[in-house]
């Protein structure tokens, strides 16, 4: 069966598989896949209130301040209002720290029904995707950022998928939105801690949403550009089910 | 490290201030969840987080845009000046409910921070740092 792989009750071929990235064949036609190596966490937050589960971990995220819900990228997603200082937590643990030796990646869509400084994902002493409110998103690892500015700047009423990675082995961190918008810049290290993990704002910075986020993920490893763009999957994003 | 005690006795009057106001809030918060079915939460006040021991008043009426219950309403006891900011947060996680009182203050332009965390999510708390 090595040949073979199991996805909705159904055994598809398996040919190809570059770099722990998995290629199957569809009409003709190749379409790239999600390998689930090194995912740590996936946060398809679509529950309407309360603890928002890890769809694949254990991380599950407490709601600080009654965050509600509205439509999302994919079903629901968690809906921010930023004067209550509304957020999405997790005690930090060994999967949530990055040692410096560490490839990971984060990604997240988010939508601004107003804009502000925002920090959509952050580790506070650790790594950081967020915007300071001046058209542009940044990734940030305590050490270097790597910043992108959106053409026209960013909008409200507009969904954005981020990722940011840091690479380990060349020492280098990087910034893409919605797969069109990156930059990637040598970096000199990164800092570790143990401070929590918050979506949507946290108590080291602010830096509270008022929005939403959707589909937020954490994993210990790099993703490929097919993967990237698999993901964006043109602007309609991909579920926890679909990986 | 603890909060750099600058004016001298800042510690403990600030410390004073949020122990007071979490005995107030066992008994309040208890009454509240048996009605609400939710925590009470406060908003952070005042607003521009107190620097070097100088004292401001707090703004009482202050509440999140999903709760009717401001401070005031919810019979809060606050002292008329306060050389902190102080929020309650609450909070809903895979343990259960609970809530922390935090402190913000700031001195020779650091900001510091103290949650006191009530509940069963104890990594909340934490110090002055």
Redesign the interface.
């Known amino acids: 069966m090595k040949n073979w792989r199991k996805k909705d009750s159904l055994w598809l071929p398996k040919l190809g598989n570059e770099k722990g990235f998995i290629t199957i064949l569809t009409g003709g036609v190749p379409v790239a896949g999600f390998d689930k190596t090194s995912l740590i966490s996936w946060w398809s937050l679509d529950e309407e209130?309360?603890?928002r589960n890890d769809s694949h971990g254990t991380n599950?995220?407490?709601?600080?301040?009654?965050v509600?819900y509205a439509s999302g990228k994919k079903s629901n997603a968690a809906r921010f209002?930023s004067?209550?200082?509304e957020r999405l937590?997790c005690?930090?643990n060994t999967t949530l720290q990055m040692g410096q030796e560490q490839d990971f990646s984060l990604l997240a869509w988010v939508y601004f029904d107003s804009l502000s400084v925002v920090h959509v994902m952050a580790k506070p002493g650790e790594y950081y995707l967020y915007t300071p409110n001046n058209g542009s998103f940044y990734f940030y690892n305590e050490v270097n950022e790597a910043a992108v500015a959106i053409p026209g700047g960013i909008l409200s009423s507009t969904w954005y998928f981020i990722v940011g990675w840091y690479d380990a082995v060349n020492n280098r961190i990087g910034i893409l939105v919605n797969n069109t918008y990156g930059q990637e810049l040598s970096s000199a290290g990164r800092a570790v801690g143990t401070n929590?993990l918050s979506l949507g704002g946290n108590?080291?910075w602010g830096g509270y949403l008022t929005g939403r986020i959707d589909e937020a993920a954490i994993l210990k490893r790099l993703l490929t550009n097919d993967e990237k763009t698999w993901l964006y999957n043109d602007g309609a994003g991909r579920a926890y089910s679909e990986l | 490290m603890g909060l750099p005690d600058i004016p001298p006795g800042i510690e403990k009057k600030v410390n004073k201030i949020l122990s007071d106001l979490v005995i107030a809030l066992v008994s309040i918060q208890s009454n509240y969840f048996q009605v609400n079915k939710?925590m009470w939460?406060g908003?952070?006040t005042p607003v521009l987080t107190p620097k070097d021991g100088v004292a401001s008043a707090p703004d009482k009426s202050l509440k999140?845009?999903?709760?009717k219950e401001s401070w005031t309403d919810a019979v809060i006891p606050l002292p008329a000046s306060m050389e902190i900011s102080t929020?309650v947060?609450?909070?809903?996680?895979?343990l259960g409910w609970g809530y922390m009182v935090?402190g913000e203050i700031e001195i020779a332009q650091k900001k510091w921070?103290k949650?006191i965390n009530i509940g069963p999510?104890t990594?909340?708390g934490h110090a002055w740092a």
């Open positions: 209130s309360g603890t599950h995220l407490t709601d600080v301040n009654t509600e209002v004067s209550n200082a937590s005690d930090s929590a108590t080291t | 939710k939460q908003i952070k999140p845009t999903d709760q929020a947060d609450v909070y809903e996680g895979p935090r921070g949650v999510e990594w909340h």
